[in-house]
């Protein structure tokens, strides 16, 4: 019998991703799918429907007895739901893509498709899912040093409105009809308009700051950056909300010891993980990459005032690629 992969939090937007990424190989059929959200009273009894790979699933209720026998427990719901399953001290290897259990001192970054080959794999602690945005700045910047070496690195990343979840989206969407119809806009999730808008800093009633986030990505890039141990110089970030639904844009200034030019760093960044889209392809942007694997780098441009620097763009689907990361560490744990 098939070891059993529990899912909290199918319902959401990760928690989607998540069906469709292992819907696409056998361990959609390991999947058994919990709600992220707490049940509201214990006689409810309304059966829900989800769908794994085409084939409709049933989605059940949280309760911790449906982890306990589980081989492999991945949080991708709340932050209440995933302390619940933390709280009943799964048996099985923990995959959190919620940062709840980051604090664990047994808890590891993660992200195979930064690491080498002969990293130690250790499962006996929580598999903290590296943010998404640590992850594609790994991938460039690793893709890179040991070709042609990094001075430094500056990274802007503009975060999409879906690292907040359905109620993120909803409210940038609810947004956008109030402005055109001229009338109060929701503020509940950003505390600030977001709609036609950037913003350096949420407002101050929102339950997630952008610092926050921005401290995150940072220690999770610091962890992937030495642990694949090329000696790349920790880069810059800056963090920014967007008003778009989906998917991470970044915007890269890298300055070599030695300039290349730009067809060798095209044909250094390309490999696993990494689509590359020369001069005379339209380079990639937040819509056109959804539902794509990795991450995809374009618009490769010397910087004219820096004679040792280039810029770069890249993009990636946030959830995709947090989807891929757990499919790769439920494939080692099983």
């Keep these: 019998m098939a070891e059993i992969i ?30 992220g959200e707490l049940p509201e009273s214990e006689d409810d009894a309304a059966v829900r429907l989800a769908e794994i790979g085409g084939t409709p699933a049933i989605l059940g ?8 026998d589980a081989a492999v427990v991945i949080l991708a719901g709340t932050a209440e739901s995933s302390r619940l399953a933390l709280q009943s001290s799964p048996n099985g290897v923990v995959i959190d893509l919620t940062g709840a259990a980051e604090e664990d ?19 006996d602690g929580p598999q903290i899912a590296a943010h998404p945005a640590s992850v594609a700045i790994a991938l460039v910047l690793c893709r890179l040093h040991p070709m042609f070496p990094i001075a430094r690195a500056i990274v802007h990343i503009f975060e999409p409105a879906s690292e907040r979840g359905k109620s993120g989206v909803e409210e940038l969407q609810r947004q956008t009809v109030g402005l055109l119809s001229f009338q109060q806009i929701p503020k509940e999730v950003f505390a600030a308009q977001l709609s036609f808008n950037m913003l350096p800093k949420l407002g101050e009633e929102s339950e997630v700051q952008l610092q926050d986030v921005e401290d995150r990505i940072d220690r999770h890039l610091a962890t992937l950056l030495e ?18 639904f989906h998917g991470y844009s970044m915007s890269f200034w ?7 030019d730009v067809f060798s760093v095209e044909e250094a960044l390309s490999g696993d ?9 339209e380079p990639p942007d937040n819509a056109g990459i959804a539902g794509q694997s990795g991450i995809s780098v374009g618009a490769i441009t010397p910087d004219r005032n820096a004679g040792n620097a280039v810029w770069l763009w890249v993009a990636a689907d946030n959830l995709r690629l947090n989807a891929e990361t757990a499919a790769l560490i439920a494939r080692e744990a099983l």
């Design 254 to 260: 890298i300055e070599f010891e030695d300039a290349p």
């Design 227 to 244: 642990r694949a141990d090329t000696g790349v110089p920790m880069p810059s970030i800056r963090l920014t909300q967007a008003p778009v």
């Design 6 to 35: 529990a899912l909290i939090g199918s319902e959401t937007l990760l928690g989607k991703e998540i069906r469709d990424v292992f819907g696409e190989s056998s361990l959609g059929e390991q999947l058994r799918l919990l709600e």
């Design 105 to 123: 001192p047994d808890a590891r970054v993660r992200a195979p498709q930064v690491e080498t080959s002969d990293y130690d794999v250790d499962h």
């Design 273 to 281: 993980w990494i689509d590359v889209r020369s001069g005379d392809v």
């Design 61 to 68: 209720k949280l309760d911790p007895e449906e982890v306990e």
